[in-house]
């Protein structure tokens, strides 16, 4: 990775990034209200069973992305595996979001294309992939953006939901490093395979309470 390459890869991954992520708290929402969350611990232990299912399932659709696979039989690749109603409609939000910010940061004609062919957005791993291939990076690089991404949304989430102290989250976060790592290679490794080789990790329980959380009159996060 050359240093410019580095560079693009912390501005796609920084959470000031205006992709819309900030106003989702990947399921943690309903998992403090759940009582399945409630400390420093709680929160790694959910972090990293998000990681290691629907986080490997984005990560390696973002990587076959960033490779350049087609991002139109990735979207309903990405559709087969996302069954929650709910969870598709938030994936499509923040993808149409990502997709704005990453037109204005690194404007390029495949990504004018692809916010034509999908106008109502598409899945966000499949956008992050390609913003990650305008930005001169490659499928690594994609898939830790959205391994990272999905452990970091839940625990600064969480430090809004509990009054966590942010040093405890941060430091949740610093030790799932390896985990980190682990899922982004694997998915990787199976975005070169091709689109049937991409994970279908499920985690049902986030499905079953994104669904009940949509339903919420009062709530902190969109999802």
Same mark, same amino acid.
């Given at each position: 990775?050359?240093?410019? %390459?580095? +560079? @693009?890869?912390? &501005?796609?991954?920084? /959470?000031?990034?205006?992709?819309?992520?900030?106003?989702?708290?990947?399921?943690?929402?309903?998992? &403090?209200?759940?009582?399945?969350?409630?400390? #420093?611990?709680?929160?790694?232990?959910?972090?990293? /069973?998000?990681?290691?299912?629907? /986080?490997?399932?984005?990560?390696?659709?973002? #990587?076959?992305? #960033?490779? /350049?696979?087609?991002?139109? @039989?990735?979207? +309903?690749?990405?559709?087969?595996?996302?069954?929650?109603?709910?969870?598709?409609?938030?994936?499509?939000?923040?993808?149409? !979001?990502?997709?704005? #910010?990453?037109?204005?940061?690194?404007?390029?004609?495949? =990504?004018?294309?692809? *916010?034509? *062919?999908?106008?109502?957005?598409?899945? !966000? $791993?499949?956008? =992050?992939?390609?913003?990650?291939?305008?930005?001169?990076?490659?499928?690594?690089?994609?898939?830790?953006?959205?391994?990272?991404?999905? &452990?970091?949304? $839940?625990?600064?989430?969480?430090?809004?939901?509990?009054?966590? %102290?942010?040093?405890? +989250?941060?430091?949740?976060?610093?030790?799932?490093? $390896?985990?980190?790592?682990?899922?982004?290679?694997?998915?990787?490794?199976?975005?070169? !395979?091709?689109?049937?080789?991409?994970?279908?990790?499920?985690?049902?329980?986030?499905?079953?309470? *994104?669904? !009940?959380?949509?339903?919420? $009159?009062?709530?902190?996060?969109?999802?």
């Amino acid at each position: 990775m050359t240093t410019s %390459d580095r +560079a @693009a890869l912390l &501005v796609l991954a920084d /959470g000031r990034f205006p992709a819309g992520g900030h106003a989702h708290s990947g399921g943690a929402e309903a998992a &403090v209200k759940a009582g399945r969350i409630t400390d #420093a611990t709680s929160l790694a232990a959910f972090c990293r /069973g998000r990681l290691h299912t629907t /986080g490997l399932t984005s990560a390696a659709l973002a #990587a076959a992305g #960033a490779l /350049g696979l087609d991002p139109y @039989a990735l979207d +309903a690749a990405a559709d087969a595996r996302t069954p929650s109603p709910a969870l598709r409609a938030a994936a499509r939000r923040l993808g149409r !979001q990502m997709m704005r #910010a990453a037109r204005a940061t690194w404007p390029c004609p495949e =990504l004018d294309a692809l *916010a034509a *062919a999908f106008p109502r957005g598409a899945h !966000q $791993p499949v956008v =992050l992939g390609a913003t990650a291939r305008a930005a001169g990076l490659g499928p690594e690089d994609a898939a830790h953006c959205v391994a990272y991404e999905t &452990v970091s949304g $839940p625990a600064t989430a969480v430090v809004r939901l509990l009054g966590l %102290d942010p040093f405890q +989250a941060t430091a949740v976060l610093a030790r799932l490093t $390896p985990d980190l790592n682990r899922v982004a290679e694997r998915a990787a490794a199976a975005a070169r !395979q091709g689109i049937d080789a991409l994970p279908a990790a499920s985690a049902p329980l986030l499905d079953i309470t *994104a669904e !009940q959380h949509a339903t919420w $009159p009062v709530r902190l996060f969109a999802s």
